[in-house]
């Protein structure tokens, strides 16, 4: 539920959200925290060149000890079908790599909660900062550390050097509430610079 207390004076105003984020959108989170990590998204790479490596090595070293006529056009044509299966490894092993990532973190959110299904979230607006309670923890975020707020497709997302904070579209009363919302982060954002 939002609460605009008042859209005039936010210099002495706060606007506050409260909400029930799930297990998945606590996963999304981390999700979106870890790949902003350089060295998160330099592992990932390392990873899927190797196995991009590995794939190619072993359909080459297969095909080519299973070929007996090893003239240069064949020894081509493994050649390029070795690039193309390393390439396939690569993609497939991306996917499932993000694929077993996201597992770890839903069972690591999991085991936080205690079994929970879903967190009560209050979230507030405040002159100086973005004040958060979930899970028994209270954080502040400045806004003069603010990044970035960003209107995606099914969410709003505000940025921080060191955070983030994700509000679903679902936990707005209405589109106005949701705009309104954005508005004003975006406007309370801007002010960090000031």
Known sequence: ???????????????????????????????????????????????ILAASIVGAIVVFVFFAFVESNR????????LV????????????FRRQFAKDILKQHRKIVVDQLGGKAALPTEMELRPDSVWVRQAGMEMMFPWNVCTSVVDNPGDIEINFTHGICVVRDR???????????LEIARRLSAKRDQ
């Open 1 to 47: 539920m939002l609460q605009l207390k008042s859209l005039r004076s936010l210099e002495s105003e706060v606007v506050r959200l409260t909400y029930n984020a799930t297990v998945d959108d606590a996963v999304d989170v981390a999700w979106r925290m870890s790949n902003r990590s350089p060295a998160f998204r330099k592992q990932i790479r390392l990873n």
């Open 71 to 78: 003239t240069p056009s064949t020894l081509t044509n493994i």
């Open 81 to 92: 079908i070795s690039i193309a299966s390393g390439l396939l490894s690569g993609w497939l």
């Open 171 to 181: 936990d707005f009363a209405s589109a106005a509430d949701r705009q309104a919302f």
